[in-house]
C-alpha cells in the first residue's frame, strides 16, 4: 500500500470534529493508554460493556481510531469475531497498535461463544506477548467474561451508562484480594442508591456514586461517530455477517442484510464522491486505501443502483473541510 495515499483515519476524525471539541477527559484517557503502550512496555486489554444500541462499538471505534496511528477499518476491526482467524488477524497489528473485536450476532446463537473467544484472545497474549498492543473486547455485561479472564486478563473495564457518556473502572492489584474489582464491595456501596426505583435514578446521580467506588478512575463523554465513517464501519459489518451467514446457512438473514448492503453501498458512493471532489484524491488512490481494487471499485461506482440521483447532493452537512 502506498503510504501517500493511506487515510490517517486520526487526522480525518479531528477534521470532523475538531480536537477542541472532545472532552478532555476522554483524550486524557486515550494519551493514558498510549503511554501504556509506549513508554511503559505493557500490553492491554480493555473490557467495553453496556446496553445493547448504547454506543459500545461507537466508543470501541473512537478509541481504536485514537490509539491505533495504522488505523484501517478492515485490519483493525473483527466484525464477526471467529477464535480461529482473530488469533492471526491479531498478528498483522503492528506494533503500538490497537485491534478491536466487536460483537456480533452470530455470537447470540452459540452458547460457548464468549468463551471461545476469551479463549482465543488468552492465546494471542501467550503466544505474541509484550508486542505493546491494544485490545478492546466489546461485549454486553461485564460478569459476562469468565472470572478468570476478567480478573487475570482485563486491565480496564469501560462501561457505557448512557449515550456518549461512559465510566472507566481499574482492578486492584492486590494479590490478596479475592474480588480484584470489588464487584460487592460497589453493590454494598450503592444500597441506598439500589433501594430506589430504578426510573427514578439519573445518569448524574448513578455517576456520583461511581465515583465513590475504589476502582473508579475516570468517566468521559464521547462523541457520535461521523456519519460518513459510521457508513463505512456499517458497510464492513454488513459484509462479515453475510459471509458468516452464508458458512452457517441463515438463508432468510443474508437476503435482508443483502438488501441492507445495497443500502450501505449506496452511501458509501455518496462518500466516495466527498473524497473524490473535496479532497482531490483520484480513483486509483481511492483503490489503493480501500477493500476493493480499481475495477471493483469502478464497477460500484458506476453501477446505476448506486449512483446519485441527478443534482443529487452527498450527505455532508456534518463536514466541515476547507
Known sequence: MNNETKINYRELLFKYIPKEQFDPKFLAFVKRIRHLLRKEDRDVILGITG???????????????????????????????????????????????????????RGLYKMNFQNSLQQAVIKMYATSRYQNKCSILIIPRFL????????????????????????????????????????????????????????SISVDERMREERKLTTYLT????????????????????????????????????????????????????????????????RKELAEISAYNYDTLLLILNDERYKLKPNAKPQTDNLDIP
Not at 473495564?157 to 494479590?175: F, H, L, M, S, T
Open 219 to 282: 468517566d468521559f463523554k464521547f462523541p457520535k461517530l461521523p456519519q460518513e465513517l459510521k457508513d463505512i464501519y456499517e458497510l464492513k459489518r454488513r459484509e462479515a455477517n453475510i459471509k458468516a451467514r452464508v458458512i452457517d446457512g441463515d438463508e432468510d438473514d443474508i437476503e435482508r442484510d443483502t438488501k441492507a448492503l445495497l443500502k450501505a453501498k449506496t452511501t458509501i458512493v455518496s462518500f466516495v464522491d466527498l473524497i473524490e471532489h473535496r479532497l482531490k484524491v483520484s
Open 51 to 105: 446496553f445493547e444500541g448504547i454506543g459500545k462499538s461507537n466508543l470501541g471505534i473512537l478509541l481504536t481510531m485514537l490509539i491505533d496511528d495504522d488505523f484501517d477499518f478492515d485490519n483493525n476491526v473483527s466484525y464477526v469475531p471467529s477464535s480461529k482467524e482473530i488469533v492471526l488477524e491479531f498478528e498483522k497489528i503492528n506494533q503500538f497498535g490497537c485491534y478491536m473485536i466487536d460483537e456480533a450476532i
Open 144 to 199: 459476562d467474561f469468565t472470572e478468570h479472564f476478567r480478573n487475570h486478563r482485563i486491565r480496564t473495564w469501560i462501561n457505557v451508562c448512557d449515550r456518549g457518556e461512559a465510566i472507566v473502572y481499574i482492578k486492584d492489584p492486590d494479590q490478596s484480594v479475592l474480588d480484584c474489582w470489588h464487584l460487592k464491595d460497589a453493590r454494598k456501596k450503592k444500597k441506598r442508591l439500589l433501594s430506589k426505583r430504578i426510573s
